[in-house]
């Protein structure tokens, strides 16, 4: 199922998107698509049956903000230096093991929200990547079988990131990573089960139609069900948190001098194979 939430910021209703690419209220099924829904195996079973009967209303997709497919999301963690060609594009060797971040909940915005620049930026970067979205609670998981029977599904992240900030101001990178808008996911969640392979899914990036990105998660250096298993060895996951899994090569950061970093009035455009496509325009804080 391709699931997501659309509406005015704050008042989002749940809605599904069906196999013709119509817009299905889920609103009279479910209250919203969370945490709670996600570990609610009768409650998706309910969607499901529904959307097969022909029996959720459609709705008028023109002119509808569409928010972020996840509410109320716990934490948002972050794996960085997860690609191959990504670390040799940094010029950093690649990990012994995940390199664990955070971005704080409340940087997480719609797939189509303007982003803010922020104030005093040079270097505002972006970042494709696959969101892996997490539906029963893990902690200390044993195989990756098991890790990958705790995802709920998959989405389209964009870890944008101030590079100044992040390397050369001191500290770790939170700074870099926690700006306000840095972290735009959807447009869908798409269940784990319409993913047959998330190390087989194609990421692109394009700057002012310009593509910068083009890889696929079969680079990632640890898998999407390794990423799993690993973080739950150190921290609680709960339904509906969500770990965004790395980038391919082709961010700035990694680009010759004149690196072309954002600026206000650039347009990002984004997408992972069957997961949908984002836009953004960028403006200052």
């Known amino acids: 199922m391709k699931l997501l939430r659309v509406g005015t910021t704050g008042a989002e209703r749940p809605a599904l998107l069906d196999a013709e690419g119509v817009l299905r209220d889920l609103s009279g099924v479910v209250p919203d698509i969370d945490g709670a829904l996600l570990a609610d195996d009768a409650a998706l079973g309910r969607i499901r049956t529904a959307a097969e009967a022909g029996e959720l209303p459609v709705l008028d997709a023109d002119g509808l903000r569409v928010g972020p497919p996840v509410a109320r999301i716990g934490k948002v963690v972050c794996i960085g230096l997860n690609y191959h060609d990504h670390a040799k594009e940094t010029g950093a060797e690649p990990p012994a093991e995940p390199v664990i971040f955070f971005k704080a909940a409340d940087t997480v915005v719609g797939p189509y929200d303007t982003v803010l620049v922020p104030r005093g930026s040079v270097k505002t970067d972006w970042e494709v990547e696959l969101a892996v979205v997490i539906g029963r609670t893990a902690r200390y998981l044993g195989s990756h079988e098991e890790a990958l029977?705790?995802?709920?599904?998959?989405?389209?992240?964009?870890?944008?990131?101030?590079?100044?900030?992040?390397?050369?101001?001191?500290?770790?990178?939170d700074k870099g990573k926690?700006?306000?808008?840095?972290?735009?996911?959807?447009?869908?969640?798409?269940?784990?089960?319409?993913?047959?392979?998330?190390?087989?899914?194609?990421?692109?990036?394009?700057?002012?139609?310009?593509?910068?990105?083009?890889?696929?998660?079969?680079?990632?250096?640890?898998?999407?069900?390794?990423?799993?298993?690993?973080?739950?060895?150190?921290?609680?996951?709960?339904?509906?948190?969500?770990?965004?899994?790395?980038t391919p090569a082709g961010v700035a950061l990694g680009m010759p001098e004149p690196k072309p970093f954002l600026r206000a009035g650039d347009v990002v455009e984004l997408e992972?194979?069957?997961l949908g496509r984002q836009r953004q325009e960028f403006k200052p804080a």
């Open 149 to 173: 029977a705790h995802v709920a599904g998959y989405a389209v992240a964009h870890d944008v990131s101030e590079r100044e900030f992040q390397i050369e101001r001191g500290g770790t990178w």
């Open 178 to 246: 926690n700006c306000e808008t840095f972290n735009p996911l959807g447009p869908w969640l798409v269940t784990a089960d319409e993913v047959a392979d998330p190390q087989g899914l194609g990421l692109k990036l394009w700057v002012n139609g310009e593509l910068r990105q083009d890889g696929s998660t079969s680079d990632q250096i640890f898998s999407v069900a390794e990423v799993v298993r690993y973080v739950s060895q150190f921290m609680t996951l709960y339904p509906g948190d969500v770990i965004n899994t790395g």
């Open 272 to 274: 992972i194979e069957g």
